[in-house]
């Protein structure tokens, strides 16, 4: 993304002009009340400007980046508008205080109430988009121009997924960007660094000289996410496993695949919502046939995770998704660690929750979705 630059208020401009022409000039009150404003090069390649330190944000994402950098920010207060996910999302609703009085307006995927976001006085939004196809992209394009001929300027950034080379470095970039708008960068850098440094403490321990385990991610519906996903970039290149998906984003899966592919570790990733390893070991029927399963080998040594509805995001909560594969994959290495206690310490550090509303935000990652019971 290239440097952001503040440009110049067009009443400053303004005043200058009409100076040198003998008119009167602006008043100089009239020229310091006038919203600086800042060019942002979004992830659809646009040079957007929008205002800085906006008062009326609205939110439409996937990973919640946008929203839990604001609550850490104080800023969350900004929020006017939000999407249904985000809106519905148990986790979020304890982290961020400003979703509770931010009216739906729908997404890109629902469709847009865009007269109830004209009416709310938005200044900016963000605007997360899956963009999959040729089709994924003219249907959000779509949606950002006719934000924009309302007046309001939108942010699009792509889903940390929609990259052919996956990357935590994606989302590190829309909390900058957050940053720069409300013009916030130390200590956006702030939160960037503590991400960091929560995946680096899992990434330390990786052993040099292990042999690669097999991994298989299934995304709680009847597919495994591929190498091309970002879960695989965050759990086999980084953990230094070895996806038995193999190519692809969404690799579609039956039980009689798994099988043939019994990988030494399962994880349960909670893309449609969450599924917990008691179900797995139990023989549900969601997504797959899990009695038809027993005999896979992570299930029968007992190496399989589960990951709530947004840890296995490329989000905040990535240490712990980490964390928690890590130790599937490399029980020795992590066996000191109390893992239900190193999560609770991280969601009380990371967003300054108190004890009680980590662990209601941690229970709210079991959001069972669209997955029914």
Not at 178 to 195: A, H, K, P, Q
């Amino acid at each position: 993304m290239p440097p952001l630059r503040p440009t110049a208020p067009i009443a400053v401009l303004g005043a200058v002009v009409l100076s040198a022409c003998g008119t009167p000039s602006v008043p100089t009150s009239a020229a310091e009340e006038a919203p600086a404003t800042v060019q942002i090069t979004d992830d659809f390649d646009r040079v957007v400007e929008v205002p800085t330190g906006p008062d009326r944000v609205a939110v439409m994402e996937w990973e919640g980046l946008v929203s839990k950098t604001l609550a850490i920010l104080g800023e969350d207060n900004t929020i006017v508008a939000v999407d249904p996910a985000t809106k519905d999302d148990p986790t979020r609703q304890v982290m961020v205080d400003g979703i509770a009085d931010a009216v739906e307006v729908g997404s890109a995927w629902s469709g847009i109430n865009y007269e109830e976001l004209a009416s709310l006085d938005t200044d900016v939004v963000f605007l997360e988009a899956w963009v999959a196809s040729d089709e994924d992209r003219t249907l959000h394009e779509e949606a950002v121009q006719t934000i924009e001929d309302l007046g309001i300027p939108v942010v699009v950034f792509l889903s940390p997924s929609n990259f052919d080379e996956p990357s935590m470095d994606t989302a590190y970039s829309i909390v900058d960007t957050v940053g720069t708008v409300y013009e916030r960068s130390s200590d956006t850098d702030r939160i960037v660094e503590n991400l960091r440094s929560g995946i680096d403490e899992v990434l330390t321990r990786i052993p040099d000289d292990a042999p690669a385990p097999s991994v298989a991610l299934f995304a709680t519906t009847a597919y495994l996410m591929g190498e091309k996903s970002l879960q695989s970039h965050l759990f086999s290149t980084l953990l230094g496993a070895r996806n038995v998906a193999g190519p692809g984003t969404f690799v579609p899966i039956s039980e009689e695949q798994l099988l043939a592919h019994d990988p030494d570790v399962l994880v349960v990733i909670g893309h449609e919502g969450y599924l917990s390893t008691q179900e797995v070991y139990a023989g549900a029927n969601i997504g797959l046939d899990w009695n038809k399963l027993r005999d896979l080998r992570a299930i029968r040594d007992q190496r399989v995770t589960a990951l709530g509805y947004d840890e296995w995001r490329a989000t905040l909560e990535t240490p712990v998704a980490l964390m928690k594969v890590g130790a599937a994959l490399y029980p020795d290495a992590f066996a000191d660690v109390d893992l239900a206690a190193w999560e609770q310490e991280f969601y009380q550090g990371a967003f300054g929750l108190d004890a009680d509303a980590a662990a209601e935000a941690i229970e709210g990652q079991r959001y069972r979705a669209d997955l029914g019971s």
